[in-house]
């Protein structure tokens, strides 16, 4: 797969329900980037990448927990009760992306100072 360069651009509320509703992968790619850059509530931004790490694709899932570490990095909070689970699933079983979730779990692990997946030597 060749990589690009894109800007992520933010969405609107009206754009984020569209490109869910629409369930085209490259938008859904972007998407969780755009929410865990932009988004300003958190919880809200959060929701929608773990309910997007749960899609069936697995570039969709890891860009999902790339999302949330830009929600730790811009808004220095995540729920752990909720996050841990879900990240540290993606990271034993998204072999294909491997490499974008470790970077993301030490990003989370950075700026929530959590200590997710240590055991994995990250």
């Not at 998407?31 to 697995?58: E, M, T």
């Amino acid at each position: 797969m060749k990589r690009r360069y894109e800007e992520i651009r933010e969405y609107n509320d009206q754009e984020i329900k569209e490109i869910l509703e629409r369930q085209v992968i490259e938008e859904l790619i972007l998407l969780p980037l755009s929410v865990g850059l932009y988004l300003h509530n958190w919880r809200v931004a959060q929701n929608l990448c773990l309910k997007l790490a749960q899609h069936d694709h697995a570039h969709v899932r890891a860009n999902a927990i790339l999302g949330l570490a830009h929600i730790a990095r811009t808004e220095g909070e995540l729920d752990k009760r909720l996050v841990k689970p879900i990240v540290l699933k993606e990271l034993k079983d998204n072999q294909e992306h491997r490499g974008t979730i470790i970077d993301a779990i030490s990003d989370i692990n950075l700026f929530l100072n959590w200590n997710l997946a240590k055991k994995h030597d990250l």
